[in-house]
């Protein structure tokens, strides 16, 4: 079973940048889908971004043009770049790994979030 583990959550004031990372333990992502969501309390969580184990990406309308999401040459590790970060973005932010065969998810990992603060 993979592992997944996100850091690089912190403080920061609007206008700010973070890097975010998962990784996983084990033999990587491999042909996994991997992808960011957010959540504040009390609200669902929400896709941000994802790529695909041949670099495709896809990033939801809200963070378009600020957050980059990107592998690693290894395939062990994924990160999120936010730049112009804004109070609206403050959230738990999730690491997901999954691979779907035949219409149904053969496996899907969660890492257990880091928190991500964006101060007026």
């Known amino acids: 079973q993979a592992k997944l583990v996100e850091s690089g959550g912190g403080l920061v004031q609007a206008g700010g940048s973070l890097r975010l990372s998962c990784a996983a333990s084990?033999?990587?992502?491999?042909?996994?889908?991997v992808a960011w969501y957010r959540q504040r309390p009390g609200e669902q969580r929400d896709l941000v971004a994802d790529i695909t184990r041949s670099g495709r990406t896809e990033y939801t309308d809200a963070v378009k043009g600020r957050f980059t999401i990107s592998r690693d040459s290894a395939n062990a590790a994924v990160y999120l770049q936010m730049d112009s970060l804004k109070p609206e973005d403050t959230a738990v932010y999730y690491c997901?790994?999954?691979?779907?065969?035949?219409?149904?998810?053969?496996?899907?990992?969660w890492g257990q979030g880091t928190q991500v603060t964006v101060s007026s």
């Open positions: 084990g033999s990587g992502f491999g042909r996994n889908v």
């Open positions: 997901r790994s999954y691979y779907i065969l035949r219409g149904s998810l053969e496996s899907n990992d």
